[in-house]
């Protein structure tokens, strides 16, 4: 293999790994908003409805279910970002 051919290899791996770098940030914001949606539905049923108790506890498993979400996605981001930046 030329010198040419192994510095255009090189550029490919550096492109691969910067879209995978950047679906990663992609897929973390997706989870963001998910998690961001589900919390504040739950927040908005709590607040609203505060005398109907089913409601109120609809509304705190959405709260919970968005930290959850939240979480994964963190977790997730941080596991690819570490495996695809790893030195060696």
Known sequence: MTDHEQAAESRK???ALVRTDL???RTLLA???TSLMMAATGVTLVKFFPEVLRIRLIGWAL???GVTIGTVG???FV???RRLHRSG
């Open 13 to 15: 791996d550096d492109l």
């Open 23 to 25: 679906a990663n940030e």
């Open 31 to 33: 989870y963001s908003r």
């Open 63 to 65: 709260v919970a279910v």
């Open 74 to 76: 963190v977790t997730r």
């Open 79 to 81: 596991n690819l970002h």
